[in-house]
């Protein structure tokens, strides 16, 4: 489990979250989502370690995420960030081994199972054909799953995700989601796209500003009483073969009375 306990960040005098408190439950996919500058990314930094508040607390698994060392936060915690990792030298495969770094001890090798690790999850991501490929010269989309399945290589049981299914197709989308979907792990995710959230998470949070508006199962939150004062959009709520689909619409269309 992940909870944040009145967790404030600010950039200089800037603050972006406001006492923000949520819970990831056991086995769940948790998503945020919001609009553009609602704090989503500085969040899932803060939850995962990659930032530290300036008020409050986070804790994994029940200890406070402060008193992890780094390569003990590494065994826990994987993350996939939206910015690229350049890395010239390094092909698909050597990307991807980086992620078994933290259960090797500090002069060993890695061996036959770490590499069948490393098969494994380019395979997840449909991507073991591109292992001898530098990872430099692959496109945004196949840079993503690449990253991905380092993250899944390195064996956390907690996971986050931060816009996941940037660059990728649709079909890449859903193949991606439906894997982490899938997934025993604990799982946080930035979305952008509110129906891909409501197919694939469990709970949401919903944010707006740096602080929560409302938080819960996926049912209880995207909907348009939530939704619509947060986006600034007319939302309309289908349900079809049992799924949740959104539709939007701006609440006062140019030219209506």
Do not use: W
């Not at 090798?109 to 010269?137: C, M, T, W």
């Not at 409302?214 to 799924?243: F, S």
């Amino acid at each position: 489990m992940i909870r944040a306990q009145n967790l404030t960040y600010a950039y200089g005098t800037q603050t972006v979250l406001h006492g923000v408190n949520l819970e990831q439950r056991a086995g769940r996919v948790l998503g945020l989502v919001g609009p553009n500058g609602s704090g989503k990314s500085t969040l899932i930094r803060n939850l995962s370690g990659g930032l530290k508040p300036v008020e409050g607390r986070v804790t994994i698994g029940g200890k406070d995420l402060g008193s992890y060392s780094a390569q003990e936060l590494a065994r826990e915690v994987s993350t996939v960030i939206q910015e690229r990792d350049s890395e010239p030298g390094l092909t698909v495969a050597q990307m991807v081994m980086l992620g078994r770094t933290p259960r090797l001890g500090m002069f060993a090798r890695p061996g036959a199972s770490d590499e069948e690790k490393v098969i494994r999850s380019l395979e997840s991501v449909n991507a073991l054909h591109l292992a001898q490929r530098f990872f430099a010269e692959l496109s945004g989309g196949e840079k993503q799953r690449v990253l991905i399945a380092r993250s899944l290589a390195q064996d956390t049981p907690y996971i986050f995700l931060d816009e996941p299914t940037n660059h990728l197709d649709i079909r890449h989308q859903h193949e991606l989601l439906g894997l982490i979907r899938t997934n025993s792990r604990n799982t946080v995710i930035v979305l952008h796209d509110l129906n891909l959230a409501a197919q694939y998470c469990d709970d949401v949070v919903l944010l707006d500003s740096g602080r929560v508006v409302a938080q819960g199962p996926v049912g209880d939150v995207l909907t348009p009483a939530y939704l619509e004062p947060v986006y600034d959009m007319a939302v309309h709520r289908i349900e079809h073969q049992g799924k949740t689909h959104l539709l939007f619409e701006p609440r006062n269309p140019e030219g209506s009375s």
